[in-house]
């Protein structure tokens, strides 16, 4: 098992200076990776779209808040760091034209000598979408099954050809390639079905956000959700054991004499002891 820390590139946190002592303190500590999230634009309104992973449907922090480009902030932890991997968590595919977003990909994976992960997700901002040009939100799912696939053979093929329904590449060269075989490992963010098929035919790793309400995803059901995937991948004609399985989630130790607000000690914010039970229980 692996740990990995999220950075704070999104808020008053999102500074320079601050996003790489943290990470250059993971790295430190013997963190697995790192990873970057993804905005590029916020409404100045109302938005009539739902965030999924709070209670109140807003996004944390507010429209008006600091959000660094996150495969910028890649490159530049690409620099500052030697062994921790770097990832996002997620990247919205459907917002950038992946022939340019695979060649930026492969080339961090260049300068950092093979440490990129690309977490993929559909995205869930329809006024975001519109400010982009991204293509329709409501066709945001086959989109990003698409442009995952031709970002693959971007990086394992040569010369590349593809023909999709939304882009067409014909017989071009793209190089680098990743310093890692097979291409950059892709984890597929979401925990809804469509995430679950996604993962079993496009994903190197499942990776959801659970214990932030209203999407929990408690132990019994996160189990649930991998003996799905298991069975899709088999269909897919994969081995369910070449897929990886992660889990995002809120963290916080406590000392002894601390006690949880409200009562109900949510799970991964208690004691360091209180805190390991809850990993295992979700490894189990």
């Known amino acids: 098992m692996e740990f990995g820390v999220?950075?704070?590139?999104?808020?008053?946190?999102?500074?320079?200076?601050?996003?790489?002592?943290?990470?250059?303190?993971?790295?430190?500590?013997?963190?697995?990776?790192?990873?970057?999230?993804?905005h590029i634009v916020l409404p100045t309104s109302s938005a009539r779209s739902v965030y999924p992973y709070s209670p109140t449907g807003q996004l944390p922090g507010g429209a008006n808040q600091d959000y660094l480009e996150p495969l910028s902030l890649l490159a530049h932890l690409a620099q500052a760091t030697t062994k921790v991997r770097l990832g996002t968590s997620v990247l919205v595919v459907p917002y950038r034209n992946p022939v340019t977003t695979a060649k930026t990909l492969a080339t961090i994976d260049v300068l950092s000598r093979g440490r990129v992960i690309l977490g993929a997700g559909v995205g869930w901002l329809r006024e975001e979408f519109e400010a982009v040009s991204a293509p329709p939100f409501a066709e945001r799912g086959r989109v990003t099954d698409e442009y995952?696939?031709?970002?693959?053979?971007?990086?394992?093929?040569?010369?590349?050809s593809f023909a999709g329904r939304f882009y067409t590449v014909r017989d071009v060269h793209a190089l680098p390639k990743p310093v890692q075989r097979g291409g950059i490992p892709i984890w597929i963010g979401g925990h809804t079905?469509?995430?679950?098929?996604?993962?079993?035919?496009?994903?190197?790793?499942?990776?959801?956000?659970?214990?932030?309400?209203?999407?929990?995803?408690?132990p019994d059901e996160y189990a649930a959700k991998v003996k799905q995937l298991q069975s899709y991948a088999h269909q897919a004609g994969r081995d369910p054991r070449t897929i990886a399985l992660t889990f995002r989630t809120p963290m916080?130790?406590?000392?002894?004499?601390?006690?949880?607000?409200?009562?109900?000690?949510?799970?991964?914010?208690?004691?360091?002891?209180e805190v390991i039970d809850d990993v295992r229980r979700y490894q189990a």
Do not use: C, N
């Not at 995952?148 to 590349?160: H, N, Q």
């Not at 130790?253 to 000690?265: H, I, N, Q, T, Y």
């Open 148 to 160: 995952l696939s031709l970002m693959r053979a971007m990086w394992t093929k040569d010369p590349v």
């Open 193 to 218: 079905d469509s995430a679950l098929k996604r993962t079993a035919v496009l994903g190197d790793a499942w990776h959801p956000i659970g214990q932030r309400p209203p999407a929990m995803l408690l």
């Open 252 to 273: 916080e130790v406590r000392g002894a004499r601390e006690k949880s607000p409200g009562g109900d000690r949510p799970l991964f914010q208690g004691t360091a002891a």
């Open 6 to 38: 999220s950075l704070p590139s999104r808020g008053p946190l999102a500074r320079p200076d601050i996003v790489l002592k943290i990470a250059a303190k993971a790295e430190a500590l013997r963190y697995a990776s790192v990873f970057v999230s993804d």
